[in-house]
Every structure is written in C-alpha cells, then in structure tokens.
C-alpha cells in the first residue's frame, strides 16, 4: 500500500524531487461502541505515518494499532486492532497552520482474547473494509519538524455499521 501511494505521488509530481516526504508517529483516542446498547469506549490509538506532499495535496499510508482492556481479576476482555488505511489530505488554508480535509480507505482486522477463571478463548475477526473522512490542523514546528491535530470518523464499508471517531496528535519528520 505504501509503494501505491509514493507512486501515485510520483506520477502527480512529475518525479520524486518534486515532492516532500513525511515520516511521523501519532497517538490519540477512539471514541466507539463495541456492542449494541453498551455505552461508548475510550480506546488509545497509535500510528505510524509515511506520506509525501505535492503542492496542496499529500498522500499518506498510515498503519495503526488500538487495544481495549476491561474486566478485573480472572474475567476480562482484551480486543485489539491492527489497521493500514491509505489516505488523500487537500490543504484547504495554506498558511503556517495549514488546515485541511482528507478521506480515506483501507481495511482493519481485530482479536479479541476472553477469560474466565483461568479458560481462554481468542478469536480473530475477518479483515474488514474501512471507509474514512477527517479534517485537520498542520505547522512546521522546527526546521523539518511538523505537529499535527486532527478529527476523524472511520466506518467499515458495510450497511448498517455505525461510525467511530478518533482525535490524533502526530509528529512529521520532512525530508
């Protein structure tokens, strides 16, 4: 997925030195439901980032990891999820603090461990297709160093899915 996107960069650019490459590392909440009727769970999430920018556009392969942990003792629930989403950001406000709005695609493939009274049971999900769309806040903090905040709603492609939401922080590292 990632060559896809520096291609696909490559090609818009005209060759790879017209572009800026990105390299950064995020952290943030997800905000979701994990079962009909329960209430919504805070889950930490982490990114790992590897995008260029081509003038106003910037194409981004992200890799990202969630993990929720709840019960007490010798009953518990441990889910986590391991997602690649490939992403097209389009900076709305060129300026030092670029705003801008993305969407995304990708898939998401999850385990969830159970336990009670020292038994086990794990199950692992079927990878399953993610559609996204987010709006964003960017700056060049320090000479080749970015900060950036954004806001996003991811769903799986399905009918009748509800959406989730996440807030991300990340630092970029320019080439």
Request: glycine content about 14%; proline content about 2%.
């Amino acid at each position: 997925m990632i060559r896809l996107v520096i291609a696909a960069v490559v090609l818009l650019s005209g060759g790879p030195a017209a572009a800026d490459l990105y390299v950064g590392a995020g952290t943030g909440i997800r905000v979701q439901k994990y079962a009909a009727g329960a209430g919504s769970v805070n889950t930490p999430v982490h990114s790992f980032v590897l995008g260029a920018l081509w003038e106003r556009w910037m194409f981004l392969g992200e890799v990202s990891q969630a993990r929720y942990e709840s019960g007490a003792g010798s009953v518990y629930v441990h889910r986590s999820e391991t997602g690649a989403l490939a992403w097209v950001r389009h900076a709305v406000t060129p300026s030092y603090w670029f705003s801008y709005v993305a969407l995304g695609g990708g898939i998401r493939s999850s385990m969830v461990e159970t336990g009670v009274a020292g038994a086990t049971a794990e199950n692992r999900g079927e990878s399953e297709g993610v559609g996204a769309v987010a709006l964003g806040l960017q700056s060049q903090v320090a000479n080749s160093f970015n900060l950036g905040f954004e806001l996003r709603s991811l769903s799986e492609l399905e009918a009748g899915t509800e959406p989730w939401f996440e807030t991300m922080a990340r630092l970029f590292y320019q080439f």
